[in-house]
């Protein structure tokens, strides 16, 4: 606001000089003009013609005009002319006489401007102007100037006052907001106003966020969810188990059978939480320190050779064909345990007779695994990536549920874009790797 | 064997202790890091099994200080990071096996056997023996009783890891590592069809099984 006063306040200064300087260098220039053209008349018709032209001027003279004119002789006695003695001040540097007039009864005191010019003849012409309506119009332009800028002001203070309240308004429902997220409903929103400023673009902002966290929110909620869910039944087991473990009754022979299947039980459930751990450890970190290059032929014969028998146990046809080479910036633990889990779903779901297939594109960077299974219907191909998802038909089979999320963490890691589709029948399972 | 466990969780200890004991070995016991490292320096074990986290001194301190004054008494890292990279850390820093809490204590006591077994045979051997089972390392050719047995290259690397540790259990996880040298955990037992097919080569036609399951445990190949 001071600065703002400031610059009005210097805007205004600079007019008012500017138009003040050049209303007095106007009537200067008026002055010399006068006299110029008055020493001329002197030059051809002599004094008596001057002392006539002075006198003309005179009568011709219209109230409120201002012009002053003295012709004296060389003892300065006054000859002609509408004041009435020689004003007894100095000129200035410049030739200028200021001096004052009037104090009479009618007229108040105010100042005049004259120059003087010396005749051939010793005779002397003073031209001047009285000031008074140069001073009135100045007195003018500084009213005018000064209630320009107190209206300016007043303006300025009432817009200033309206924009910073709106902004308190705004910013206050940014804190109303964020107060009422923070008790706990984590659906409010900021409103916005369509206005598309910078309040705008903020609430906008924070509003992506806060779905971003109610996202992330939902999924953890749905992630306990199912572990309570899902570990609740073999704990559950465990427990049975023990319970008749401590009955008197057991003979020898199932007392040893009971407490193989409790560790069973303990073990499963340990592998699940290990699994789950893993899972937030590769997803959390995105370290990739322990990364390298890896080259996935030998790592696809490995896992082919690791789980090939097991296929073949099972009376499926197993074919690798994986004769290109391709490399991958990775861990390769990981990405056996990956290629291991899809295998494993593979096998586990293909029936006696059916086809397991793993292949190597060198072109296009991918890597495929296909069997000719139940498959997964299209509606449910993003969802089965998710923790402890299973589909109906494989409730009954053993599993986790937890696969499938490993391997997806595991392809987030490394870039990899995993991708599922129709086998016709079957899965087919596609790994897009990293250019 | 002799055996020092540096482990600064009192159930832990108590339980591979009382497990060692049952077993048959001495099993030595230091709470902290400092006093870990004072035992294993003064005494003479044939195995440490040291924690990663401990007050005083950390696991990997400790072996490290040991290998500097050429101590190469066989170490094995228990901790309760299992990523790649705590892994290679561990071995690095001159581990010579690790493994992740919780464990079995099968597997923990698998796997000091085969570090003490290890240790043991320095010499190189070309020839494998158990029983009338043979293996030439150089020819890579396996017979018993005299009889030539066809082995796929990954099955000879399995029966070549038994017979080095004849009359040890072996875990499925230990067969993981050490013949197929990937660390992850399969969802099922894929360990147990490629035993069944090297038993069905080894053992079928012969009245003598070499190859025995041990249960909650794993395989062992031994005579009887």
């Known amino acids: 606001m001071v600065l703002f006063s400031a610059s009005v306040l210097t805007l205004l200064g600079f007019i008012y000089w500017s138009t003040a300087g050049y209303m007095s260098r106007q009537a200067d220039e008026t002055i010399k003009a006068e006299i110029k053209g008055l020493a001329e008349r002197y030059e051809t018709d002599g004094i008596g013609g001057l002392t006539a032209q002075i006198a003309d001027r005179l009568t011709a003279q219209q109230p409120g005009d201002s012009s002053i004119y003295l012709l004296a002789d060389r003892q300065l006695n006054p000859l002609v002319g509408n004041i009435d003695r020689w004003p007894r001040v100095r000129e200035d540097e410049q030739g200028w006489f200021n001096f004052q007039l009037g104090g009479s009864a009618t007229k108040r005191i105010h100042r005049a401007r004259a120059r003087a010019f010396v005749l051939k003849g010793n005779f002397y012409l003073l031209v001047g102007r009285d000031m008074f309506e140069l001073e009135d119009t100045q007195k003018l332009i500084i009213r005018t100037l000064s209630w320009g800028m107190a209206i300016t002001l007043a303006f300025a203070l009432l817009g200033g006052v309206m924009m910073s309240r709106s902004m308190m308004r705004r910013i206050e429902m940014i804190n109303r907001t964020s107060r009422e997220i923070m008790s706990g409903d984590l659906t409010k929103r900021i409103p916005t106003n369509h206005s598309e400023d910078d309040f705008d673009a903020l609430a906008d902002n924070l509003n992506r966020m806060l779905d971003q966290i109610e996202l992330l929110m939902d999924g953890v909620r749905r992630v306990s969810d199912n572990i309570a869910h899902d570990l609740r039944t073999p704990l559950a087991r465990l427990r049975r188990g023990l319970e ?23 073990d499963g459930l ?11 450890r590769i997803e959390s970190e995105a370290r990739r320190e322990g990364f390298d290059r890896i080259e996935l032929q030998p790592l696809l014969r490995d896992v082919g050779d690791l789980y090939g028998p097991v296929a073949e146990e099972k009376g499926l046809v197993f074919t690798l064909a994986c004769q290109s080479s391709m490399t991958l910036f990775g861990d390769r633990d990981l990405l056996f345990q990956a290629l291991a889990n899809l295998l494993d779903n593979a096998i586990k779901y293909t029936p006696a007779g059916g086809n397991i297939a793993i292949g190597l594109e060198e072109g296009s960077r991918r890597v495929t695994i296909c069997d000719t299974g139940p498959g997964v219907p299209e509606s449910e191909w993003d969802k089965v990536f998710q923790r402890f998802y299973r589909l109906d038909h494989s409730r009954t089979t053993a599993g986790s549920g937890l696969g499938l999320s490993l391997v997806s963490a595991v392809a987030k890691l ?4 995993l991708s599922l589709g129709s086998n016709d029948p079957g899965l087919c399972v596609t790994l897009q790797m990293p250019a | 064997m002799r055996v020092l466990v540096i482990e600064d969780d009192h159930d832990t200890a108590a339980y591979v202790v009382k497990g060692l004991k049952e077993q048959g070995h001495v099993a030595d016991h230091a709470a902290d890091g400092e006093a870990g490292l ?29 290998r500097l004054a050429n101590n190469q008494t066989p170490a094995l890292i228990l ?35 085969a570090l003490v077994r290890r240790t043991d045979f320095e010499a190189p051997t070309t020839i494998l023996q158990v029983a009338d089972l043979e293996m030439d390392l150089l020819s890579r050719q396996v017979k018993r009783g005299g ?11 399995l029966l070549e890891f038994l017979m080095r540790h004849s009359g040890q259990v072996v875990t499925r996880t230990m067969l993981l590592e050490k013949v ?16 069944s097919r090297l038993r069905s080569k080894i053992d079928k036609e012969f009245s003598q099984p070499l190859l025995h399951t041990v249960r909650g445990a794993g395989y062992v190949l031994r005579a009887s």
Request: no cysteine.
């Open chain 2, 38 to 66: 004072h035992l294993a320096t003064g005494e003479s074990y044939d195995v440490l099994v040291v924690d990663r986290m401990l007050p005083k001194l950390d696991g990997l301190s400790i072996i490290k200080s040991l």
């Open chain 2, 180 to 195: 197929w040298e990937y660390h992850f955990d399969p969802q099922t037992n894929v360990i147990d069809v490629h035993i």
């Open chain 1, 270 to 280: 340990l592998t699940t939480f290990n699994a789950l751990l893993r899972i937030a």
């Open chain 2, 79 to 113: 901790s309760a990071l299992g990523e790649v990279d705590d892994r290679v850390q561990g071995l690095q820093a001159g581990g010579d096996d690790y493994l992740v809490k919780p464990f079995a204590f099968s597997e923990l006591l698998a796997r000091l056997e």
């Open chain 1, 244 to 266: 008749s473990l401590r009955m008197s009754d057991v003979k020898d022979e199932s007392r040893q059978d009971l407490i193989d299947n409790a560790v069973n039980e303990a």
């Open chain 1, 414 to 417: 490394h870039g990899i874009e």
């Open chain 2, 147 to 157: 009889k030539i047995i066809e082995l796929q290259p990954r099955e000879f690397r």
